[in-house]
């Protein structure tokens, strides 16, 4: 199939970014990545309405992309191109390092459920209080088995994506938190960052084992130390304890990582609730992925590499809009990214809070670029400084005898 012109510069991203992709594969990954945008849906018939506006056949669009999602021997013409998904995982990384303009990075591990029928684990880059998902394996929602293999088999394929020399922090909630996730975390020179239940015990150095809650009293209070997490055998880590109780928490954050006191901040694991809102983009106030009917895993994935690609020119686009706002100048006379605080600048705090997201922002924009035949040439990914504490948080580091 002939791809519309306006798809050109979205083609030459896909194909610089994903090599491995033959031209078929290629070509319906740009046409459902375009339609998506336009249509502000990657639902099947969205897309194909989208790419139909322009005089197109429907049907004959609707055909092309919904087989691009087909085992080759699937489809109504029997062939042998199959695509692998879990190919598409270090290169995806790859690109949104391509385009980030900042130090570290931030990687979010959750499961998002569609009704009762499908399971994906993802894993994220968190990234302006929305995620870009890079890896994800997706299972019928009432498969049992554990997630920590098909996990850990997620992060070994994104390791050879990222830098030996980039600092990359793990972050995930209780439910997936496990020895083996944290064995292979630091096996790859990344940091976890991972939240427990607050009756976890933890003997500080130099002092004596106690339930991690007992290190705070009250909200608004933190407390961060070395020392060894859990006494069985299996589990015990020489490890750092962070215990975070701000006001409006119900309970304090109870995580563990191994960096050292002095280099982790207390309210760092509040950027793991980004990976949230980044399903929030996902589902029904973005792409409207809780509305298609597909529950076949395979095709899921497929469907997923639609989402993915399409959040990740999404958020650029919407970078580069909201960095020139912020400029008070137009958007397309800013030609490159402004220069980036540190994570722990003493402004990092000063950023307004959002009245529209970056996702909304940078739909809005590259659908109007669409619709006019030509789009920005240079994009980026700036991240937002890392959550600095609050003032009236008092934040108690425990230095052994």
């Given at each position: 199939?002939?791809?519309?012109?306006?798809t050109?510069?979205?083609?030459?991203?896909?194909?610089t970014?994903?090599?491995?992709?033959s031209?078929?594969?290629l070509?319906?990954?740009?046409?459902?990545?375009?339609?998506?945008?336009?249509?502000?849906?990657?639902?099947?018939?969205?897309?194909?309405?989208?790419?139909?506006?322009?005089?197109g056949?429907?049907n004959?669009?609707?055909?092309?992309?919904?087989?691009?999602?087909?085992?080759?021997?699937?489809?109504?013409?029997?062939?042998?191109?199959?695509?692998d998904?879990?190919l598409?995982?270090?290169?995806?990384?790859?690109?949104?390092?391509?385009?980030?303009?900042?130090?570290?990075l931030?990687?979010?591990?959750?499961?998002?459920?569609?009704g009762?029928r499908?399971?994906?684990?993802?894993?994220?880059?968190?990234?302006r209080?929305?995620?870009?998902?890079?890896?994800?394996?997706?299972?019928?929602?009432?498969?049992?088995?554990?997630?920590?293999d098909p996990?850990?088999?997620?992060?070994q394929?994104?390791?050879?994506a990222?830098?030996?020399?980039?600092?990359?922090i793990?972050?995930?909630?209780?439910?997936i938190?496990?020895?083996?996730?944290?064995?292979q975390?630091?096996?790859?020179?990344?940091?976890?960052?991972m939240?427990y239940a607050?009756?976890?015990?933890f003997?500080?150095?130099?002092?004596?084992?106690?339930?991690?809650?007992?290190?705070?009293?009250?909200?608004d209070?933190?407390w961060?130390?070395?020392?060894t997490?859990f006494?069985?055998p299996?589990?015990?880590?020489?490890?750092?304890?962070?215990?975070?109780?701000y006001?409006?928490q119900e309970?304090?954050?109870?995580i563990?990582?191994?960096?050292?006191?002095?280099?982790?901040?207390?309210?760092?694991?509040?950027?793991?609730?980004?990976?949230?809102?980044?399903?929030k983009a996902?589902?029904?106030?973005g792409?409207?992925?809780?509305?298609?009917?597909?529950?076949d895993?395979?095709?899921?994935?497929r469907h997923?590499?639609?989402?993915?690609?399409?959040?990740?020119?999404?958020?650029?686009?919407?970078?580069?809009?909201?960095?020139?706002q912020?400029?008070?100048?137009?958007p397309?006379n800013l030609?490159?990214?402004?220069?980036?605080?540190?994570?722990?600048?003493?402004?990092?705090?000063?950023?307004p809070?959002?009245?529209v997201s970056?996702?909304?922002?940078?739909?809005?924009?590259?659908?109007?670029?669409?619709?006019?035949?030509?789009?920005?040439?240079?994009?980026w990914l700036l991240?937002?400084?890392?959550?600095?504490?609050?003032p009236?948080?008092e934040?108690t580091c425990?230095?052994?005898?």
């Amino acid at each position: 199939m002939r791809l519309p012109r306006e798809t050109y510069q979205i083609q030459k991203s896909i194909e610089t970014h994903l090599p491995h992709l033959s031209q078929p594969q290629l070509t319906g990954l740009v046409l459902w990545v375009y339609g998506a945008i336009l249509a502000g849906s990657a639902c099947q018939n969205a897309v194909a309405s989208a790419l139909s506006t322009g005089g197109g056949n429907w049907n004959r669009f609707r055909q092309y992309i919904r087989q691009w999602l087909y085992d080759g021997s699937d489809r109504a013409r029997p062939c042998q191109t199959q695509l692998d998904v879990s190919l598409c995982f270090a290169p995806l990384l790859k690109w949104v390092l391509a385009w980030w303009h900042s130090g570290p990075l931030a990687l979010a591990i959750d499961p998002t459920l569609k009704g009762d029928r499908t399971t994906a684990i993802v894993i994220s880059v968190v990234y302006r209080s929305c995620a870009i998902p890079v890896a994800w394996r997706i299972h019928p929602a009432t498969q049992k088995g554990s997630w920590m293999d098909p996990i850990v088999e997620l992060l070994q394929a994104l390791a050879p994506a990222v830098p030996e020399e980039m600092t990359v922090i793990v972050l995930c909630d209780r439910g997936i938190a496990s020895p083996k996730l944290w064995k292979q975390i630091c096996a790859q020179g990344w940091h976890p960052c991972m939240r427990y239940a607050k009756s976890i015990t933890f003997c500080a150095d130099g002092g004596k084992r106690l339930p991690a809650r007992a290190f705070v009293s009250r909200p608004d209070t933190a407390w961060i130390g070395q020392g060894t997490a859990f006494s069985t055998p299996k589990a015990k880590r020489q490890c750092t304890l962070l215990v975070v109780w701000y006001v409006e928490q119900e309970e304090p954050w109870v995580i563990l990582t191994d960096l050292a006191p002095d280099k982790v901040g207390p309210s760092w694991y509040a950027l793991r609730f980004w990976i949230e809102l980044g399903f929030k983009a996902l589902k029904s106030l973005g792409w409207k992925w809780d509305k298609t009917r597909r529950t076949d895993p395979t095709r899921v994935s497929r469907h997923w590499l639609v989402l993915s690609v399409a959040t990740l020119l999404v958020l650029a686009y919407g970078t580069r809009v909201e960095d020139a706002q912020e400029r008070g100048i137009a958007p397309g006379n800013l030609r490159k990214p402004p220069k980036a605080l540190a994570p722990n600048h003493r402004h990092s705090r000063s950023r307004p809070a959002r009245t529209v997201s970056v996702f909304r922002k940078g739909v809005n924009c590259l659908r109007r670029l669409m619709l006019r035949g030509r789009l920005w040439t240079k994009v980026w990914l700036l991240p937002e400084p890392w959550p600095e504490p609050k003032p009236e948080l008092e934040i108690t580091c425990h230095v052994p005898p």
